[in-house]
């Protein structure tokens, strides 16, 4: 993504006061042991029911972000040659939620 920062990215004109964000970066193990970041991926937001909500590519190095309302979600996590990752995550308003996922 445009404006990314090392380690993750940028909350530049964010009031994160007032959101419920939902970020993280999703890697790959590689023979090191390491985590690749995996572009061109894809994040989709299911609602506690299991509803789709929204969608987002990661960026080439493997970031995402949602802004989501407060409560219980689930990230499903869908990149060529591997089934899909499901991971839990609670949003809260005025909180951060990182999540690495390892596909």
């Not at 609670?90 to 690495?100: H, L, S």
């Amino acid at each position: 993504m445009c404006g990314a920062t090392e380690g993750g990215l940028s909350l530049d004109g964010i009031d994160v006061a007032k959101e419920a964000i939902i970020q993280g970066q999703v890697v790959r193990a590689n023979v090191n042991g390491q985590g690749d970041p995996v572009g061109n991926a894809y994040v989709r937001l299911l609602d506690r029911t299991g509803e789709f909500t929204a969608e987002v590519p990661t960026s080439a190095t493997g970031h995402f972000r949602f802004f989501a309302g407060p409560g219980e979600w689930t990230l499903r996590t869908l990149a060529p040659r591997i089934q899909p990752v499901d991971t839990k995550v609670t949003a809260e308003v005025g909180a951060i939620q990182e999540v690495a996922v390892s596909v």
